[in-house]
Each structure stands twice: as structure tokens, then as C-alpha cells.
């Protein structure tokens, strides 16, 4: 929305300067964005009187002129057709930038004659889009600053909240202004115009609500043609193209008071009744636009005996436009249902200014007095002869009212304000007030409860007037500011990226298809309002969203891929239902290689995995692995969990299904875990240690190898889990190497080759104390296993 200084006092009594309302603006709410000021923007400007202007004797097309200006009599050559002797234009004097061509003046020769300044046109001013030769000024004093001369203003520019279309007047503003003391508001209600005859056009509403009230009346006789300079120039400086007086006039009431309006030929109105209802199927309308669009039953139309002729709110037709040689004119004042009118907008791809204040709710109250404005103003620009008003439906009932008490303020708002301040600000604001209750103005349907009217009250008395009081102390948190499920998904943020994995941030919801090949899809968990058709149901996996991921990555040319995310998953609809997973999939399709090597594998994900839940505090020694009965979207025999016992589920890693893939049209193969933040139990407290036994042993470590014969079917997992228990002081781990079938291990038999790191901490080990603990090494693969050591 934008304003000008002295449109804004035509509101306001103030002695205030631009910066001065810009700020208090911004004190009471008003976001301002721009002030453009012209007078700071060609301060270097000022009107000078050419008092001889001779050819110059080296170049046709230019002439030598002697200028007076405010720095005495200058000699500039000019290239514009119209300098001559007596011409008051605008002088640029040497080092001025000029903002239309981009250059900084210097004295330099042209054609032999140095030119010392220049004589401008509006387009090196930018204040007309083009123009022919320099400007001619009426006769004003030489030196008056352009800006001044030329009768440009600052321009404010702010942001206008949905809430108060009140604002998009400049009446509204000036009226918050003078409540927060900046000047006193001009109250000037519009007279009643008197009609002189019946208004021979009947108005109809048709019942639906998209229209409630409609009013108008016939004007007669007038004439139209351009609108006078000041109201041109008004419009002009808010972004406005002047177009005629009848059309200048309804722009002219739009920004002035908000109130949208709109003029018809009426000799172009067809059946002698205008209507505002539905749209039907089938109708079209050649808008203002140049455009034609289709109407609907949900869209308000206007309507003539033709049919459609316009979209009540949002833009009126060809048809029935007015032109220069228009002599009755049908003027239009209704209101017209925000939301219906928002969604109209939408669905035809219109915003228009009377659409964009539409759709925020424009004052109901101000349909009849805004007729009556409207009309007083084409008869002072056009003449003419008013019928009666004329006026079908029921203007919207007025806002509640609403029972407050000022204490209220200092409760709410923390400002301790006398009960008359209160008051005075409520009345300033246009608010009705008789005992306890407060009656809002028709044009502040926002204003619903005791709360909004203390916000009133705060941003009138400003908000730097809240006073500045500290927060009770409280007391530091006993275990810091995260919880343990917040630093434990910091931490997995944190290592996965350092693993080479790049994070996603995929929906919490999944198409219903998609979840039901993850365990999901339950009718509890899909969304009455879903953001997309694909989009309906909550998910009960991560991996569904970040498998789609490496699919779209693939189609994009980048099909190896590695990716986690951490995010919620929903098993059913209750809060208990919830859980946090950490989810990591690879895509490996590296380039090909000479020797073949495949790159990562499933075996480098399950090391990922474990040093992960390792960095979350899980028990990891303790691990179960398990491949039995693993869940449908795995491969089966390519997929695991990881657990401390069957009803201890940390993790779930493997090979995505290719059945699940081409579902999900993502090509293969893609390894993939999921891990359970909740799931993994708190680390256990541990005993304080000495700073001898923190310390790292200065002993180097030797390791030893161990081929163990054990059942074909025996999880490695278990064997190195049972050797590592053999002594937990001495051994710092264990790796298995090697597994093989065949020739020379019994059937239904495998060889397992695992090495042993041995970590001596106090003195060197002797042969006799590695071979005592070689032999309890394989004594526990025996018992714990089953395994034997291999002859």
C-alpha cells in the first residue's frame, strides 16, 4: 500500500514530516518498507531560465545555451529540440549523478565548447518513462529544487496485514495515526447526494451470500475525458496510469477510503436490471483485462440481461466498460464475501486492487456512504444528473460487542494505564464504548475478543512503553538442556555425516500404497486433508521417503547414492504410537571398474550401523544378530536385526526387497537400515576410574588367528561374540576374516577364520600366558558356540 504526505494530510491535521510518519508508523504496527523521497533523490536538482540559446557552430543538432541558475550564469550545450530563450527547466549541475542515464556530470569539451552542466528531460529524472526534449517548468524562481518544481512527494510504502483492510485506505491509517498522537483525524463522512429521479435500473441479489448487499445508482448526462492534474498526479505517484475521470474516480475512492467501486456504460446494460449471483456453466467473461474467463457456480458474478458482464469483487467486463464517449453511467457499491472472493481470485488467476481488498473484508458500513462519495465526486469532475439511490439485500450485521474491563490491560499486557487513556484510545480508533462494553466499527471485524482490544491499547501506547521486567530465575536443569533423545539425535546427526552419508529431510507422510509395503497403511493413520493425493497417510518407516530420494537422485543422473534421515514414524495413532528413527540407505552404483571391485556392500552398511548405535551409548558387545523371520520389505536371507533379546529390537539393516523397489519404481539394488532411538536402553553409569586406568596402554598389541569348524548355520556374530568374552581385559577385539565350504570341513560345517586383537596393559605377555589364553579362547567358542578349533 502505498501514500503520499499530502494525501495522508488530507486525513490528517499533522505538522509531521515524512520520516517523522514513517516512524510512528512502524511504532503502531504499520510495517513500513520503503520511503522513496524525491526531494532527497534529486536534491542536486533545481529550476533554472534560459536566457539565450545560440546553434552551435560545430554540430547542427545542438545549441549553446546560457543558463541562469542558482550558481550564476552557466554556458551548457543542450541536444534538445525545444531550448530556447525564456524555457524554465531543470538544471544538473557539474559532479550531480543523474539517475536516468546512470552518469556523474563532468566539464568536458562538446564539439569544442565545454558544457558546464546539463539541462534535463523527465526521462533522466525517471519521473515519465519517456519523454521528448527537456522539461518545461511554468514559470517558477530560479533555484527551487525539482522535486518541489516538478510537485513530486514522498511516497510511503508498507505492508498491510491480512487483518486490517482498513489500512488500505489512507483514512484508516490516518486514523490509527491521530490515535497515537501524530495529528488529529479529519472526519469527513461523505453527504448524502440527492437523487433527482427514480433510478430506472433495478438491482437484484440472489439469495447465496456472495453478495449480501448491493447498491447503485444511475448518473446521467455527464461528461467524460481525462481526470484533472491533481488527482492524476495522486495516482500517479502511488503507481497508478490515470485512464479517465469516471475510471480515475472509483482507483481514486479504492485508496482513499478502501472502498472499491465500479462504473458501467449504462446505455450497454442489457434488460434494464443488474444482478449479482452464481456463475453458471457454460458462461464466459471478456474481463477489463483484454482476457476472457470462464465463470462457475462457485464464483459471485455480475450479471445483466446478456448474462454475465463481470466478477462481482474481482473485475469488471468489456461489455459494459466506460469509455470517453460514455454520457450514463451505472455506479456499483456492494460487498462482496471475503472467502468467496479470495477463492474466486485464486481460481481465476486475478488480483486485482478491488479483489486483493475483497478478500480481507472491506467495511460493510461504508457500502452506502461510499455510493454517496463517489457520486459527489463524478458530478464535481463530469457533471451530470443523479437518480435516487437504489440499493438490494441487507448490509452484514456489525461486530459484537464485547465486555472488557481496562484492568484487563495491565493483566494482559503488563502496562499499567489510566481507565481514561484506555478509553481514549479505543475512541480514537473508532470504537463505540457505553459502560463495561465495547461496540468495534463496522470497518474492524478482526476485533472479537477482550484480548484483541488490550493489543489495540498496547501498540497505540506503544510497545516501547511495556515495561522491561526480568524473568524469575530458574534454576539450572540437572542434566542439561537436551534430553537424552535429543542429544542422541544430535550425535547420529553428527556421525552419519561424518560417515559420507548426506542427510534428507523427506515428508512425514507417504502415500497409502507406498506404507502398506512398509507395515503400514492402517486407516487410523491416513490424513482427512492431505496436502497431495500421494501424500495421504502417515508413515510407518522412514526408508520409503529417503528410497523415492535415491530414485529421483538416480533419474537426475546420480545414481550413487548414500542418505540418512532422522525423523518420526507412526505405528498407530495414539502418542504412544510414535517412535524416532535414524534411517540410512546406499544406492552403491559406482563407476565401473578394471579389477571388478564392487565398492561398498551390504557388510560396510552393517558397519556403519553398528558404529553408530556404538556412538549412541548401545551396548554393542552384547549384539544378537538375527535373520529369522525378518519383515516383508527386506530381501530374504540378505537382511538382519540387531538385538539385545527378541523383545529388544534396536535395529534393522539388509537388502531391500526388489519386489518393494519396483513398487516404488526405484532400480536396485539398495542396502538399507533403520534404527529406533527409543529402543536403545541408557548407558549404564559407571564407576568413577583412575587416571592410570583411563590412560592408553604404552604396550604394543599382537594379534592372533583362530579357524573354528561350527555349524553352517551359526550367526558369525555369535562366535565372535563368545570369543570376545573370553577375557574382556586382555582381548580388545575380534574380527572374523575368512568363511569357507568344502573340501576338507565335514558337511553342514564351516570354516570361520577370526583374528584376535590382544591388548597386554601392565607388562609384556610371556608365551605361557598367550597360549593360557589361546586356550580359553577356544574353550569358549566351544561352550558358548559350539565351535571347534579347526585341525
Not at 456512504?369 to 451530470?384: N, Y
Not at 610371556?766 to 579362547?777: R, T, V
Request: charge should be negative; glycine fraction near 10%; aromatic fraction near 6%.
Amino acid at each position: 500500500m502505498k501514500f503520499t504526505l499530502s494525501w495522508l494530510k488530507d486525513h490528517l491535521e499533522t505538522d509531521a514530516d515524512v520520516a517523522t510518519v514513517a516512524e510512528a508508523m512502524t511504532m503502531a504496527g504499520l510495517e513500513v518498507e520503503h520511503v522513496e523521497d524525491p526531494g532527497a533523490k534529486l536534491a542536486a536538482f533545481s529550476a533554472a531560465r534560459i536566457k539565450e540559446a545560440v546553434q552551435h557552430p560545430n554540430a547542427d543538432r545542438l545549441r549553446v545555451c546560457q543558463v541562469e541558475t542558482k550558481d550564476g550564469l552557466k554556458e551548457i550545450v543542450c541536444g534538445a529540440s525545444n531550448a530556447r530563450a525564456g524555457l524554465v527547466t531543470v538544471y544538473a549541475p557539474i559532479g550531480t549523478f543523474v539517475p536516468g542515464s546512470g552518469i556523474t556530470l563532468e566539464a568536458r569539451p562538446v564539439r569544442g565548447i565545454v558544457s558546464n552542466g546539463m539541462l534535463c528531460s523527465a526521462k533522466e529524472l525517471e519521473t515519465a518513462e519517456d519523454s521528448e526534449g527537456i522539461l518545461e517548468l511554468a514559470e517558477t524562481p530560479v533555484g527551487t529544487p525539482a522535486a518541489e518544481a516538478l510537485g513530486l512527494e514522498a511516497v510511503i510504502d508498507f505492508e498491510v496485514t491480512p487483518n486490517r483492510p482498513d489500512w488500505l485506505g489512507v483514512a484508516g491509517i490516518a486514523r490509527d495515526l491521530a490515535a497515537a498522537g501524530v495529528g488529529t483525524f479529519k472526519d469527513r463522512a461523505p453527504a448524502p447526494v440527492a437523487g433527482t429521479f427514480p433510478c430506472p435500473i433495478e438491482i437484484r441479489v440472489d439469495g447465496s451470500g456472495a453478495c449480501p448487499v448491493f447498491a447503485g445508482r444511475l448518473i446521467r448526462g455527464v461528461k467524460n475525458g481525462p481526470s484533472p492534474e491533481w488527482l492524476q498526479r495522486r495516482l500517479r505517484a502511488i503507481g497508478l496510469r490515470p485512464i479517465n475521470a469516471l475510471v480515475d474516480v472509483t482507483n481514486f475512492i479504492s485508496y482513499d477510503r478502501a472502498r472499491p467501486l465500479h462504473v458501467y456504460d449504462a446505455a450497454r446494460l442489457a434488460g434494464g436490471w443488474i444482478e449479482a449471483r452464481l456463475g453458471r456453466r457454460g458462461e464466459q467473461v471478456a474481463a477489463l483485462d483484454g482476457r476472457t474467463y470462464p465463470a462457475s457456480p462457485e464464483i459471485c458474478v455480475i450479471a445483466d440481461g446478456s448474462g454475465a458482464i463481470g466478477f462481482g469483487g474481482v473485475m469488471g467486463g468489456e461489455s459494459t466498460g466506460v469509455t470517453e464517449a460514455t454520457t450514463e453511467v451505472f455506479l456499483e457499491s456492494a460487498w462482496f464475501d471475503p472467502i468467496r472472493t479470495a477463492q474466486a481470485g485464486r481460481d481465476l488467476g486475478i488480483v486485482s486492487d478491488a479483489q486483493y481488498r475483497f478478500a480481507r473484508g472491506v467495511d460493510p458500513g461504508f457500502v452506502v456512504p461510499g455510493l454517496e462519495l463517489a457520486t459527489a465526486l463524478i458530478i464535481e469532475l463530469c457533471g451530470g444528473e443523479p437518480s435516487e439511490a437504489r440499493m438490494a439485500g441487507d448490509v452484514p450485521a456489525p461486530p459484537a460487542p464485547i465486555d472488557f474491563d481496562p484492568a484487563y490491560v495491565a493483566r494482559l499486557a503488563g502496562l499499567d494505564l489510566p481507565a481514561e487513556r484506555t478509553a481514549a484510545i479505543l475512541t480514537a480508533l473508532g470504537f463505540h464504548i457505553e459502560g463495561s462494553r465495547v461496540w468495534p466499527p463496522s470497518w474492524r471485524r478482526d476485533v472479537e475478543g477482550k484480548a484483541d482490544l488490550v493489543e489495540e491499547v498496547a501498540r497505540i501506547a506503544g510497545y516501547d512503553a511495556l515495561p522491561a521486567e526480568p524473568l524469575p530465575p530458574l534454576g539450572a536443569a540437572a542434566s542439561g538442556v537436551l534430553t537424552p533423545r535429543q542429544t542422541r539425535i544430535k550425535t547420529a546427526r553428527r556421525a552419519l555425516a561424518a560417515m559420507g552419508y548426506g542427510e534428507a529431510v523427506t515428508w512425514s507422510f507417504v502415500s497409502r500404497a507406498a506404507a502398506e509395503l512398509f507395515g503400514g497403511g492402517d486407516e487410523t493413520l491416513l490424513l482427512e486433508n492431505p496436502i497431495a493425493a500421494d501424500l495421504d497417510c502417515m508413515r510407518p518407516s522412514v526408508l520409503p521417503g529417503l528410497i523415492q530420494a535415491t530414485g529421483r537422485n538416480a533419474r537426475r543422473g546420480f545414481p550413487d547414492c548414500a542418505l540418512f534421515e532422522i525423523g518420526p514414524v507412526f505405528a498407530g495413532a495414539g502418542p504412544a504410537d510414535q517412535k524416532t528413527a535414524v534411517a540410512a540407505v546406499l544406492a552403491p552404483h559406482p563407476p565401473r571398474r578394471w579389477d571388478k571391485s564392487a565398492g561398498e556392500d551390504i557388510f560396510s552398511l552393517k558397519g556403519d550401523l553398528i558404529a553408530l548405535l556404538d556412538e549412541l551409548g548401545a551396548p554393542v558387545a552384547n549384539l544378537q544378530t538375527a535373520q529369522e523371520a525378518t519383515r516383508p520389505w527386506w530381501r530374504p536371507g540378505r537382511a538382519a536385526r540387531l538385538q539385545l533379546g527378541p523383545k529388544a529390537v534396536l535395529a534393522e539393516v539388509g537388502e531391500i526387497h526388489p519386489r518393494v523397489l519396483a513398487a516404488l519404481d526405484v532400480s536396485g539394488p539398495i542396502y538399507a537400515f533403520e534404527a529406533w532411538v527409543e529402543a536403545i536402553p541408557d548407558p549404564k553409569k559407571r564407576a568413577a576410574k583412575t587416571k592410570g586406568a583411563l590412560a592408553l596402554s604404552p604396550l604394543m598389541p599382537l594379534t592372533r588367528d583362530f579357524a573354528f569348524v561350527a555349524d553352517a548355520g551359526l550367526p558369525a556374530a555369535e562366535l565372535v561374540r563368545a570369543v570376545q568374552a573370553a577375557d574382556r581385559a586382555l582381548i580388545a577385539g575380534a574380527r572374523v576374516f575368512d568363511v569357507y565350504e568344502g573340501p576338507g570341513v565335514p558337511a553342514g560345517k564351516k570354516s570361520v577364520a577370526v583374528e584376535v586383537v590382544i591388548q597386554p596393559r601392565e607388562k609384556t605377555l610371556s608365551d605361557a600366558e598367550i597360549e593360557a589364553l589361546s586356550a580359553k579362547i577356544v574353550a569358549a567358542a566351544a561352550k558358548a558356540a559350539g565351535a571347534v578349533l579347526r585341525g
